[in-house]
């Protein structure tokens, strides 16, 4: 089984900065890609950004330039840095791996919301 424990949302104005942490535990030998999923109010569930386990990374393309992913891999820790926030970014954030390596469905985490005021 593999578990993941997302932190680090909360409220900030829009133009500040936010970093997401998702701690990943139990197989984590399992795990290839890793990623970031968010979802507002009334839309459905989209990528933000990924990572794979070779440190390949792709982003929205509304997100780049502002957001920033990494991976310690050491750690088995996944990171959001989120800079010049805007209103809509605001959406509960959700940490995804995926198993594949192992032949197991993804999991995902609890999600942590991140509100952006304008």
């Known amino acids: 089984q593999v578990q993941l424990v997302e932190s680090g949302g909360g409220l900030v104005q829009a133009g500040g900065s936010l970093r997401l942490s998702c701690a990943a535990f139990?197989?984590?030998?399992?795990?290839?890609?890793m990623g970031w999923y968010r979802q507002a109010p009334g839309k459905e569930r989209e990528l933000v950004a990924a990572?794979?386990?070779?440190?390949?990374?792709n982003y929205l393309d509304s997100v780049k330039g502002r957001f920033t992913i990494s991976r310690d891999n050491a750690k088995n820790t996944l990171l959001l840095q989120m800079n010049s926030l805007k209103p809509e970014d605001t959406a509960v954030y959700y940490c995804?791996?995926?198993?594949?390596?192992?032949?197991?469905?993804?999991?995902w985490g609890q999600g942590t919301l991140v509100t952006v005021s304008s």
């Open positions: 995804n791996a995926d198993l594949v390596i192992c032949y197991r469905d993804e999991v």
């Open positions: 139990g197989d984590t030998n399992c795990i290839s890609t």
């Open positions: 990572m794979t386990s070779g440190d390949i990374a």
